[in-house]
């Protein structure tokens, strides 16, 4: 059952919701302002599922109450109320973070289908894992300036990592996120596709624009052309107001498509032609509407893949792979595990108001070794879990889950067991960092002999780029041993 919080000041248009959320089987509470809401929110101990608030109020209206919502509890979509006379209001409301609007007076078929999508919202958001960043910005403006040095460093610090894979993605970004160049993030599901592709657009000259995050497998197939184009007045049964698109309310700014493999492919004709034409036709519309957005794509998929079985449109799929980044599994960089861990104890800790504020040593070493199917997103719900469910203040070997110890590598095994090595000197944290640092050197020297140091065999066994595993060979002298290895095995 989702837990929904009304806030409206019109004390019979919050029972009129009520019921009719009641109805759809909604558990719901209700505020009569902006304030009761926000303390209602702190109050909540597994929060809300989705917040509906007028926008017109005394006290904290509804643009106030969204920005705190957006600040203090990301994950949570908003829905604006509105009348008539402040549509344009509730789409800058849209611009800020709202996921939708609803336009009184509002039909019951309406209100259920915007918050069904509200809630497909939320159970995406739960699934990733990023730092809280504070509201969105409002006002779209193309013609800002880029971030200094400094404001680059607070942005990439909201990426959870110090690895060498993630210093070369921050080195990428920084060289692609000022231009207007699409961008496609590859990587498996929960290695944070979405926190890169925030990071692209506040590094970018669009950063005071909107950025509007769309997930393709949210959306019923029936409704793509609606939520992306937007459409008219009665271009069909329940459109009682005309509604723009996400791609106008991404005017100015970035358009994110997450799981763009999953657009059915009369959306990727239409998709490819708003590329090119740099327009819209809402559906209804007659007349074309100019849009001026940057896109990045992100896709778990395999696009060429698709391409070649017909699934996707190999002309979209070039406009998409122009500068294409590879976001490592978590399993491949285990030197940020620790850090993760740490911050996510902190993050639930504080969110479920519990007292644990560490981890022992044993039980951080078992997740270290555990080689994350799942990646950050399933880190994150491990350790909400174990704050969850622990009675103490320190997160121990007995709270981990099962499927993290019978998957947890045995340190006598492996690889390179580095059992002859002495321990490295430093904290916990140092010689994680050492031993990682060693495993994955030995990894890729298995690699490289098993392909007969051929770098770009060895490069497409461990799914990173040539150039990745080049310099990865430069950070553990291997250059000089692979070209002695080449020369022995040439003819």
């Not at 793509?224 to 007045?233: A, D, I, M, T």
């Not at 996510?344 to 479920?352: D, G, M, Q």
């Not at 060693?438 to 065999?457: F, G, P, S, Y």
Request: glycine share 8%; charged share 30%.
């Amino acid at each position: 059952m989702s837990r929904i919080l009304v806030v409206d000041d019109e004390r019979n248009i919050r029972r009129v919701l009520q019921a009719l959320l009641q109805g759809d089987g909604h558990e719901v509470d209700a505020a009569s302002d902006g304030d009761e809401a926000r303390a209602m929110l702190r109050r909540a101990d597994d929060g809300y599922d989705l917040v509906l608030t007028d926008l017109r109020m005394p006290g904290c209206d509804g643009m106030q109450l969204l920005r705190w919502v957006k600040a203090a509890q990301p994950d949570t979509p908003t829905v604006m109320l509105t009348a008539h006379g402040t549509v344009d209001i509730a789409v800058e409301a849209m611009r800020a973070g709202a996921f939708d609007f609803i336009t009184k007076p509002f039909e019951d078929a309406e209100l259920s289908a915007i918050v069904t999508k509200g809630l497909a919202q939320r159970d995406a958001n739960r699934q990733r894992a990023y730092r809280p960043s504070g509201a969105s910005s409002n006002g779209a403006t193309t013609g800002s300036v880029r971030a200094t040095s400094e404001e680059e460093e607070e942005i990439l610090s909201q990426i959870i990592g110090s690895s060498p894979q993630i210093k070369e993605l921050f080195s990428l970004l920084r060289k692609v996120a000022p231009s207007p160049t699409t961008i496609l993030l590859l990587g498996e599901s929960g290695t944070g596709k979405e926190l890169f592709a925030n990071a692209a657009h506040k590094l970018s000259g669009r950063r005071d624009g909107p950025f509007i995050a769309v997930n393709c497998t949210a959306i019923p197939e029936n409704l793509f052309e609606s939520e992306l184009f937007g459409h008219e007045k009665g271009a069909f049964t329940g459109a009682v107001t005309s509604r723009p698109g996400r791609c106008e309310l991404a005017d100015g700014g970035t358009l994110f498509l997450d799981e763009i493999g999953e657009l059915p492919m009369p959306m990727q004709a239409k998709m490819l032609r708003t590329l090119q034409e740099r327009e819209v036709q809402r559906v209804g519309g007659m007349q074309p509407v100019s849009v001026d957005i940057r896109l990045i794509a992100a896709t778990n998929a395999n696009l060429s893949q698709r391409v070649r079985d017909g699934t996707f449109r190999q002309d979209l799929y070039y406009r998409l792979n122009v500068v294409p980044i590879d976001l490592p599994p978590l399993r491949q960089r285990p030197s940020d595990i620790p850090e993760l861990i740490r911050f996510f104890i902190e993050r639930f800790s504080e969110r479920l108001n519990r007292p644990v504020d560490s981890i022992t040593e044993d039980a951080e070493m078992a997740m270290v070794r555990y080689s994350w199917p799942g990646n950050i997103r399933q880190l994150q719900n491990i350790i909400e879990r174990m704050i969850l469910l622990s009675e103490g203040t320190e997160l121990c070997r007995e709270d981990l889950p099962q499927e993290v110890m019978a998957g947890t590598k045995d340190p006598e095994a492996g690889v390179d067991t580095l059992k002859d090595e002495p321990l490295p000197q430093g904290n916990l944290k140092d010689i994680v960092k050492v031993r990682a640092k060693q495993v994955e050197r030995a990894i890729i020297l298995e690699a490289l002999e098993e392909d007969q140091w051929n770098v770009t065999h060895a490069a497409k066994r461990l799914g990173i780029s040539r150039k990745g595993l080049q310099m990865k060979m430069k950070d553990y002298e291997l250059r000089e041993r692979a070209e002695q290895e080449r020369k022995e095995v040439e003819p």
